[in-house]
């Protein structure tokens, strides 16, 4: 089934340890992007990346970094996890501009 | 700055009609978008509105004024299936999606 693949669904991790959230599309979308939602909040854009090789930051970059090796897999990484990146993490693509955002399940992280 | 206005929280009746406002104040336009979300579920595609009027899908209607920086989402004929948050999202003159916090809304039988 084409769409997107969030791995993993849930997670607690301690402060400070390194965590890799990944995502994956099978729509050979160009553009991909990485979200948090958090209660009473608008998704906020982490990063994004427009087309395979590149990357952007979005609102919310600090204590964030990604890839985009190829046009399927869009890992997010926290290199050092505060527990203020607890949240729910929704990974997303585009065909172009202006098409709807196609978004994975998301992964609920929590940081203790 | 960009904002992005709806109302937090709304209920209605099953079989009745709905509708959830949206006001914008952005960097430009191009496109409004609108997006629903079950509790615990990824956002879902609705509808997209760049030009003045009404789109009717189904039960579901999607109205933009340009000038007045307003949009509404209406559903008829409201299932309890429809109980969700409904996100409204725009576009701006740079192609980045301002996302409004959702409205939740209530379906009772």
């Known amino acids: 089934i084409a769409g997107i693949t969030q791995a993993p669904t849930s997670q607690i991790l301690a402060a400070g340890r390194r965590m890799t959230l990944r995502c994956t599309q099978d729509?050979?979308?160009?553009?991909m992007y990485w979200y948090r939602q958090d209660l009473g909040l608008g998704l906020r854009l982490i990063h994004y990346?427009?087309?395979?090789?590149?990357?952007g930051k979005g609102e919310v970059p600090d204590g964030y970094s990604v890839s985009r090796a190829n046009t399927d897999d869009f890992p997010l990484t926290l290199a050092s996890a505060v527990p203020s990146q607890t949240s729910v993490y929704f990974c997303?693509?585009?065909?172009?501009?202006?098409?709807?955002?196609?978004f994975g399940n998301g992964t609920r992280l929590t940081v203790t | 700055g960009q904002n992005i206005d709806q109302p937090t929280e709304m209920t209605a009746t099953e079989g009745a009609i709905v509708q959830i406002n949206c006001t914008y104040q952005?960097?430009?336009?191009?496109?409004l978008f609108w997006y629903q979300q079950h509790a615990g579920e990824a956002p879902t595609f609705l509808s997209y509105?760049?030009l003045d009027g009404l789109e009717e899908k189904g039960r579901f209607s999607s109205f933009l004024s340009r000038s007045k920086g307003y949009s509404y989402l209406l559903l008829k004929e409201l299932q309890m299936k429809d109980s969700a948050s409904y996100l409204c999202?725009?576009?701006?003159?740079?192609?980045?999606?301002?996302w409004g916090a959702g409205t939740k809304l209530i379906i009772k039988p």
């Open positions: 997303a693509s585009s065909d172009s501009n202006n098409s709807p955002l196609h």
């Open positions: 509105n760049v």
């Open positions: 729509m050979r979308h160009n553009a």
């Open positions: 952005t960097s430009g336009f191009n496109g």
């Open positions: 990346s427009n087309t395979a090789g590149t990357t």
């Open positions: 999202a725009v576009m701006d003159s740079n192609y980045q999606l301002i």
